[in-house]
């Protein structure tokens, strides 16, 4: 038995992934702690602040992950995902340096181009090497990382900011993830393409009309896109501007706010993840609907948590709160990328997941911390920070 084909290394290479996929939302993150003291330096406003968050991140992010999906399902998987993680790491560094608005926009464009290659080849290389019926469960403990990324991000960026200054939080956070790009390149072993499909390994390579046909052909596949997208616009929308809100609403200091938030949406987030894949795997066996139900009846918990959060008058509530509401709006992951490589062969896979975030992040990261940004910014001459709070 070959070292790719052993029951352990599959699950160090999932490590691995997950791994990529922390230091993918460390980076993206860690400006979210930083915006208040970058905001005061560089004299930004709200607006500015959420087309730093969103759609100047989103904007190369979501169109580059294309034409690099369709590179990753024609050659290998394993040295793109290496070469993006030191990219984006890199351009994360550089951020500590910038000296005006402009220059850190450009930089987050360059986060962006960077992570454009990161998940859809990383899917692929998960789904082979678990077979159909465990891809949710797999998925979701990769998925993981998104909220790993974030407890670190608040954690690590709050207390260093505190302690030695935003830029220097950049330079913690970037230069690390250059480093494990090699380790990437050194110990994951690309494996076959479709070797643990029912039809078997896939030897003929679909020409790129019929890969975006056969993606865009799928129903099941527009209506999963759509509505991961609306729920990322919440979710990106009201979590870019939580630290925000702790700060100007409740008067929380950077670093507590960090710790906090890194903890309750870290390991909410972590756990909603997780449980999403679990419970649609246990129950697609009665009825494959459950990989769609189980996110929906999640959904439809937050309400009242959410409710919670943003209208109580106590702090240390509105914190607690923050980890009921992550952990259920984490449910949809797993298992909406799991359905999304059911509906296609194996050479299609990173394609089809770039295509889902595509939609996912058009929607959810380019305009929810946009609109977020300009209705706060809009109504802050009446509301003052209340007007933060009203729009989330």
């Known amino acids: 038995m070959t070292k790719g084909e052993s029951g352990s290394y599959k699950w160090f290479v999932l490590g691995m992934l997950t791994l990529v996929y922390t230091f993918n939302f460390i ?20 607006t500015q602040l959420g087309l730093l ?8 992010y979501v169109t580059l992950g294309i034409p690099i999906a369709r590179w990753a399902d024609l050659s290998n998987r394993k040295n793109i995902v290496a070469l993006s993680l030191a990219v984006w790491s890199g351009m994360t560094a550089i951020s500590g340096s910038v000296q005006n ?42 998925s993981t990382g998104i909220y790993f990324g974030i407890l670190l991000g608040y954690i690590i960026g709050g207390v260093i900011a505190k302690y030695y200054g935003w830029r220097i939080a950049f330079y913690a956070i970037g ?9 990437i390149l050194l110990f994951i072993k690309e494996p076959v393409k479709g070797r643990l499909d029912v039809t078997g390994v896939v030897t003929d390579t ?42 100007r609403v409740h008067e929380v200091d950077i670093a507590t ?9 870290g390991v909410g987030g972590m756990t909603g993840t997780y449980l999403g894949g679990f419970f649609a795997d246990r129950y697609q066996d009665r009825d494959k609907r459950w990989y769609m ?17 943003f209208f109580t008058g106590y702090p240390n509530l509105a914190m607690w709160m923050t980890f009921f509401t992550s952990a259920f709006t984490a449910f949809y992951l797993g298992p909406s990328i ?19 975030f595509f939609i996912l992040n058009f929607i959810g990261l380019g305009f929810g911390p946009l609109v977020i940004g300009l209705l706060s910014d809009y109504f802050i001459t009446d509301y003052g920070n209340e007007s933060l709070r009203w729009h989330l």
């Open 27 to 46: 980076d993206r993150q860690i400006l979210v702690i930083l915006q208040e003291p970058i905001k005061a330096e560089l004299q930004l406003n709200d």
């Open 53 to 60: 968050t969103g759609l100047a991140f989103a904007a190369l």
């Open 101 to 142: 608005y402009i220059q850190l926009f450009l930089a987050r464009v360059g986060v962006g181009i960077g992570e454009a290659g990161g998940s859809p080849p990383a899917h692929s290389i998960i789904s082979d090497y678990f077979p159909p019926e465990k891809r949710a469960t797999a998925l979701s403990i990769y």
């Open 175 to 183: 230069i690390p993830g250059v480093i494990f790009a090699l380790f």
């Open 206 to 247: 679909p020409a790129f009309r019929e890969v975006v046909r056969t993606v865009l052909s799928k129903k099941t596949f527009i209506l999963i896109s759509l509505g991961s997208g609306f729920n990322a616009f919440g979710t990106y929308g009201v979590g870019n501007f939580l630290p925000s809100f702790l700060q």
């Open 257 to 265: 706010a960090g710790i906090v938030l890194g903890l309750t949406t």
């Open 293 to 309: 139900w189980v996110p929906l009846l999640a959904g439809f918990a937050n309400i009242a948590p959410a409710l919670i959060l």
């Open 338 to 356: 799991a359905v999304t490589h059911s509906l296609v062969n194996a050479k299609m896979r990173a394609f089809a997941s770039a295509i889902f």
